[in-house]
């Protein structure tokens, strides 16, 4: 009865995350209905909060997968309750992504969840644990953009969806970027258990620099506009109008001069 019990509780949904769940569901009806007297700040709070959902889903895949390919041990961490301070890194895991949201508007998860690997067996199992973080935010990115790719946008109010054109763009950008093979980054957790033991030791060091180096390289025009070039692809081919995304980090940066056309396009 203990162990049931307890293995209830490991896990219960966090009243943390139902918090900002709350939050993003609350400012997301502020959008809508243009109730916030200040619609930047209420797109700043929407995209904030379900970004962070989104992290915390983001690692509860991660986590699940891993229980499920063998690592009992992942309940008892409290990963299952997507509490984002049940993390291992809350600073690399939440702190930084927003952050870089903020400065950059760059989707980019950062690492938290502890896998006892010893415990899985079978390098398939490992490479999918590493890739189940990004899919889950492929599969955000999706439900984001249904009102464009099924056209339903008819009585969908302008700058929701400027809102959720640009938490799109964040869930694309993180699918893509951490999904690169570069230490630190899932991309490399999926190509790993096919390396061999003497590359993944000489790799090793290098893991707490990934996420650092792939922002500083998005901060190099040339590669920013690339990689950019490459989102806004997707987002079109998922039904989104490129100047929706801009219009929605117009929008969410509210500190910042509005872009005229951004508010025209609002106020029609």
């Given amino acids: 009865m203990t162990t049931a019990t307890r293995r209830h509780s490991d896990r219960r949904i966090s009243p943390v995350f139902l918090g900002i769940a709350a939050v993003m569901a609350v400012t997301g009806w502020a959008v809508w209905t243009n109730?916030?007297?200040?619609?930047?700040?209420?797109?700043?709070?929407?995209?904030?909060?379900?970004?962070?959902?989104?992290?915390?889903?983001?690692?509860?895949?991660?986590?699940?997968?891993?229980?499920?390919?063998?690592?009992?041990?992942?309940?008892?961490?409290?990963?299952?309750?997507?509490?984002?301070?049940?993390?291992?890194?809350?600073?690399?895991?939440?702190?930084?992504?927003?952050?870089?949201?903020?400065?950059?508007?760059?989707?980019?998860?950062?690492?938290?969840?502890?896998?006892?690997?010893?415990?899985?067996?079978?390098?398939?199992?490992?490479?999918?644990?590493?890739?189940?973080?990004?899919?889950?935010?492929?599969?955000?990115?999706?439900?984001?953009?249904?009102?464009f790719w099924l056209d339903a946008l008819d009585g969908v109010p302008m700058v929701f969806r400027f809102a959720l054109a640009f938490l799109a763009l964040l869930q694309i950008t993180a699918a893509i970027l951490n999904s690169l093979p570069v230490p630190g980054l899932d991309g490399y957790g999926m190509i790993e258990p096919w390396l061999s033991y003497k590359i993944r030791r000489q790799v090793e060091p290098y893991a707490p620099f990934g996420l650092l180096a792939v922002f500083a390289l998005l901060f190099i025009p040339e590669v920013n506009i690339a990689f950019f070039g490459v989102i806004d692809t997707v987002l079109s081919g998922l039904g989104v109008q490129e100047d929706y995304s801009y219009c929605g980090q117009d929008f969410y940066q509210f500190w910042s001069d509005r872009n005229p056309g951004c508010e025209a396009v609002a106020n029609r």
């Fill in 35 to 147: 109730f916030a007297a200040s619609p930047g700040i209420a797109v700043f709070l929407f995209v904030t909060s379900a970004w962070i959902v989104s992290l915390c889903l983001h690692e509860y895949a991660h986590a699940r997968t891993a229980l499920h390919s063998g690592d009992i041990s992942i309940g008892t961490k409290g990963y299952l309750t997507l509490n984002p301070l049940a993390y291992t890194h809350a600073m690399l895991s939440i702190v930084l992504p927003v952050l870089f949201v903020i400065l950059g508007g760059i989707g980019l998860p950062g690492g938290a969840v502890f896998i006892e690997r010893g415990r899985i067996t079978g390098r398939w199992k490992h490479s999918l644990i590493s890739a189940a973080g990004p899919l889950t935010n492929l599969l955000f990115a999706v439900v984001c953009t249904a009102p």
